[in-house]
């Protein structure tokens, strides 16, 4: 397993946002969360990724228990989460938000090559690559926001809601590229709302209801569950 | 209101201003910088500086520099008290964030207990040099102003009327741009100055991104404290005096600096420390000079009224708009 997290609690204050969840993603997965909102999805990726700890619970990463790890040194072991609301840094260059990727990286020549792979995945940043990150539109931030995950070479890949405000033709095209650095051999756990989207091209996916997780399935046997269906995909 | 004499004497108010302006500037990166990663207003920077000033009296005193001393003596007191200032206030400064505030983040203390605080560490220096060390070594510590004399002589490069450019006018001027654009620099070029914006920018974020939260901020106190550091030398070659309390006012000036140019801006702390120095000479001349002080209470409460933002905008916080 690359990734384990065990009977997670996670506390806002009073409040307990998760109530002792499990996910298990394996190396070359693409699993994915789906849920309501509020349900905790992006709390999960909260605790996964370190910004909040757990009140209780574990989380195994690569055989290395990261429970008590900071944000950063989770990043370092190539756990590398693209928040929601994408989190670019607006003030920033496109070219310098891609290299903050690989701020951890020392290989001159190798981020380089992965820079111009990035641009080659998204042609659309490097017709911008010299634009102030904020004024571009929402897809494109959400390039960026990938792009610049990408530049860090992670194991894992923790995207919270890649869909979020976007149009219908952006999402999709989002989605084949999250498909395609699947292809390329990267792991890949995406939380969505748009569970269609995200059950159709997920290997395995979890469903989180206010704080517990209630199924867990393929992504092909969870498209056709009716109660799925009728919860999440607006299908009778 | 004396028109002619700031109309007659214009060139060398505006030098004066340029003067005065170039210290408040120095300080204000170190308020603008910690606020800027921090959303905190540094009260104690203040006593950062202070304590940079009795550094260069410590310094003078161990090599018997002063009045009368040879160029030699004079440039290399000079050196070693830049030095030793820049030392002294960074190490002030990161004290005060391992001491202080780091334990508050560690128990994600609201933000009014972080300017308690910063009060409170202000307090805590000042009386520092105020009593606890009069206590303990006795003379020059204590209530009671103390003369620095700075060994650099004073002598005219140009002179045309009432018009007098000397070098200590170049020294501090000069030395407080170059200063403020090789920060300016290294922010905007160098690793960890990348990491410094992202966490302004973004502090979560920019975790994500790999950067070390606390490595940054301590790179923030080192590097305010430093400049703080600059500028406490380059105050004693001005005004040769210090106290216990001297941050006091540099304390106010300089925020009101940063405000003023944008806080969380450091290009913003320069044009707003250049710009408070002559405004303070020009309504000094103008008005009476026992008015001096006032000036900058004045700017910093229409600024707040007008254009909170500050003239350059916060620009490291685009982020939370």
């Known amino acids: 397993m690359l990734l384990q997290l065990e009977d997670a609690v996670l506390t ?47 989380i195994v990463f ?27 840094f607006p003030g920033m260059t496109v070219t310098e938000n891609l290299d903050m990727g690989a701020y951890t990286r020392k ?29 571009l539109s929402g897809g494109e931030q959400q390039m960026l926001a990938i792009g610049r995950a990408l530049m860090s070479r992670p194991k894992l890949l923790m995207l919270d809601e890649p869909s979020m405000g976007l149009a219908p033709m952006i999402i999709q095209q989002i989605f084949q590229i999250i498909s395609e650095i699947a292809q390329q051999g990267t792991t890949i756990l995406v939380v969505e709302q748009n ?9 395995r996916a979890y469903v989180l209801e206010t704080g517990n997780i209630v199924k867990a399935g393929t992504g092909a046997a969870l498209l056709d569950d009716p109660s799925i269906r009728e919860a999440y995909l607006g299908v009778a | 209101m004396d028109f002619d004499s700031l109309i007659n004497g214009l060139g060398g108010h505006t030098l004066d201003g340029l003067f005065r302006g170039s210290v408040y500037a120095l300080v204000a990166l170190g308020y603008t910088m910690v606020y800027g990663v921090m959303r905190l207003i540094n009260f104690a920077h203040s006593e950062v500086f202070m304590v940079g000033t009795w550094t260069v009296l410590g310094v003078y005193t161990v090599l018997g520099a002063g009045e009368g001393s040879g160029t030699m003596m004079v440039i290399a007191a000079t050196a070693l008290a830049l030095v030793c200032a820049m030392a002294a206030s960074a190490t002030v400064a990161l004290g005060v964030e391992r001491i202080a505030y780091r334990p508050l983040r560690k128990k994600n203390a609201p933000p009014l207990i972080f300017l308690i605080t910063a009060i409170g560490c202000s307090l805590a220096l000042m009386e520092t040099f105020g009593y606890v060390l009069k206590v303990f070594f006795g003379e020059p510590f204590g209530r009671a102003p103390v003369n620095i004399p700075s060994p650099l002589r004073t002598s005219a490069l140009i002179e045309i009327g009432d018009f007098r450019l000397t070098n200590v006018h170049v020294l501090v001027i000069v030395g407080a741009i170059v200063m403020m654009f090789a920060l300016d620099t290294f922010v905007n070029k160098s690793r960890i100055g990348r990491g410094v914006r992202a966490v302004a920018q973004d502090p979560d974020t920019a975790s994500l991104m790999g950067v070390n939260q606390d490595r940054v901020i301590m790179m923030v106190f080192v590097l305010g404290g430093a400049m703080a550091g600059v500028a406490a030398l380059l105050y004693t070659v001005q005004y040769d005096i210090t106290s216990w309390s001297a941050g006091f006012l540099m304390g106010i000036k300089a925020f ?31 008005f009476d000079s026992s008015w001096q002080n006032v000036w900058a209470f004045i700017v910093l409460v229409l600024v707040l009224m007008f254009r909170p933002t500050g003239l350059l905008g916060e620009s490291l916080g685009k982020a939370r708009a």
Request: charged letters at 25%.
């Open chain 1, 12 to 58: 806002y204050g009073k409040i307990e946002a998760l109530h002792g969840i499990s996910i298990e993603v394996d190396e070359g997965e693409v699993v994915a969360l789906i849920g309501a909102n509020g349900a905790g999805k992006t709390s999960t990726m909260r605790a996964l990724s370190g910004i909040r700890g757990l009140a209780s619970g574990k």
């Open chain 1, 62 to 88: 690569n055989g290395e228990d990261v429970t008590r790890l900071r944000a950063d040194q989770r990043m370092r072991r190539g756990l590398v989460l693209t928040p929601e609301g994408r989190g670019i």
């Open chain 1, 107 to 135: 290989d001159r020549a190798a981020i380089a090559q992965d820079l111009e792979r990035a641009f080659g995945l998204f042609p659309r940043l490097q017709e911008r690559r010299k634009q102030v990150a904020g004024t």
């Open chain 1, 195 to 203: 569970a269609k989207q995200a059950l159709s091209r997920a290997d």
């Open chain 2, 256 to 286: 009101t600096a940063a405000v003023l140019g944008g806080i969380g801006n450091l290009r913003g702390a320069l044009v707003g420390g250049l710009i408070l120095g002559i405004v303070e000479v020009y309504f000094s001349t103008l």
